[in-house]
């Protein structure tokens, strides 16, 4: 199954890609102390998200199973 990946380590809590999520679903939380990109529910894999975050933290994982 394909899903967004966020990468804490690199996510600086700009939120711009909370501002672009077109469906509402991602959001910024407190996790390990600071502000981070966190996807809730609903998420549509549209991977805007990705496309606007600038610190490479965000990534479309695709389906890797075998047809």
Do not use: W
């Amino acid at each position: 199954m394909s899903y967004i990946n966020i990468d804490h380590n690199k996510c600086t809590g700009c939120g711009e890609c909370a501002a672009s999520c077109p469906f509402g679903v991602l959001h910024l939380a407190v996790v390990d102390g600071t502000n981070k990109a966190v996807i809730g529910q609903g998420c549509r894999l549209c991977s805007t998200c990705e496309m606007v975050c600038e610190h490479d933290a965000i990534r479309f994982v695709p389906d890797s199973a075998p047809e």
